[in-house]
């Protein structure tokens, strides 16, 4: 039996611990919900948006398809959560691949696969269907929990890293640190580690990835797109599966003179990018640094210098002010499928381009 003193201690860390978490919880129709993702999207403008730190899309087409099965079936699906910023717009907190997918299937962008209950929706689009049963699906309710802007950051990273202990978008450099061992897994995070004072410097990390070595998955993000480019064809199944297999691979063939030349590489981009970009790989100051955007002006740089190894600009730039050209702001907007071979190319040739013409 726990003594009185105890107790009162206990309930007074409850209640004042509750004081700091104001939500509301609403139902958006799926109809409503696509609306508040897309209206806006491409001017990054949109009412419900998803943060830089979950731009990637990594679901494939048998799990959208389930999700959309379970929608049309009725059954049950993770709430979503939701946080109102000092603008009124509403970040994904948890369930981007949901939205995206919800989206993806009403815009016809989504072809259903592997459905074991409604066999006969394999193969169908949301066009295909009666405007009868679409009329159903865009009906249907979607229960949402909306932190509102009163809820301080330490609740919002707080409620994010719960949902998210274990999952795939934030543990992958965790868990492939365990499996693939090996010199070039140290050589990853030795190069981290004695560059951790630039890496935060012109690569800034938000409080949501601090601890969960971010630093040394944008290195490795660097080495095997560089390496891949341009040709990254045989990544279809995805950024994550790719990562896995670069990794091994280079486990079982790293040289010492491989290392030399990927140190020395990857120094000439980190010097070039602290020397010449105003906000080193971040969109924005203050801003956490975007997985998307440091592939693609890491990649970028490394091509430009491996075309004109002197190149020297005669002033620095902005390159969150490339976002205004519309092109590349939509290939790194992570609408929907932001790891494309078509895309990933694109944007890292948008950024060689770029760097070559300053």
């Known amino acids: 039996m726990l003594q009185l003193e105890k107790i009162e201690l206990i309930e007074n860390e409850i209640y004042e611990e509750k004081k700091t978490v104001d939500f509301d919880t609403k139902e958006f129709t799926i109809e409503h919900l ?9 001017e990054d403008e949109n009412d419900i948006y998803v943060p830089d730190y979950q731009r990637e899309f990594v679901w494939d087409d048998v799990r959208q398809s389930t999700l959309i099965e379970s929608i049309v079936l009725g059954l049950p699906i993770p709430v979503i959560f939701l946080a109102e910023d000092s603008e009124g717009r509403l970040e994904i907190v948890d369930g981007s691949q949901r939205i995206r997918t919800i989206v993806a299937f009403i815009e016809d962008k989504l072809t259903l696969k592997g459905l074991d209950k409604l066999k ?6 949301f066009s295909y269907l009666p405007k009868a049963r679409q009329r159903k699906i865009v009906n249907t309710s979607i229960r949402t929990i909306v932190l509102s802007e009163s809820a301080t950051e330490k609740v919002k990273n707080d409620l994010f890293e719960r949902i998210n202990k274990g999952s795939d978008l934030l543990r992958n450099m965790e868990k492939r640190k365990g499996i693939y061992s090996g010199d070039f897994t140290d050589f990853v995070y030795s190069y981290t580690s004695e560059n951790k004072e630039l890496l935060k410097k012109i690569a800034p990390l938000s409080k949501t990835v601090t601890k969960r070595q971010e630093h040394e998955e944008l290195v490795l993000r660097f080495f095997a797109l560089v390496d891949a480019f341009p040709r990254y064809e045989g990544y ?8 896995d297999q670069y990794m091994m691979n280079k486990n079982t063939d790293f040289t010492e003179t491989e290392m030399e030349f990927k140190k020395q590489q990857l120094d000439q981009v980190l010097g070039f ?9 971040c969109k924005k100051a203050n801003q956490g640094v975007s997985r998307m955007f440091f592939e693609a002006l890491s ?3 490394a091509k430009a210098l491996y075309e004109n190894s002197d190149l020297k600009l005669t002033k620095k730039v902005n390159a969150g ?12 907007s992570g609408k929907y499928r932001s790891h494309s071979p078509d895309k990933v190319r694109q944007r890292i040739e948008f950024v060689k381009n770029k760097v070559l013409e300053l």
């Open 34 to 42: 696509v609306q508040k993702y897309v209206n806006g999207i491409d």
């Open 120 to 125: 006969n929706m394999n193969e169908v689009k």
């Open 236 to 243: 279809s199944a995805g950024i994550i599966t790719m990562l």
């Open 273 to 281: 990018v602290n020397d010449n970009f105003i906000n080193g790989f």
């Open 299 to 301: 990649v970028g740089v």
């Open 321 to 332: 002010l490339w976002l205004r050209n519309h092109e590349f702001k939509t290939l790194i």
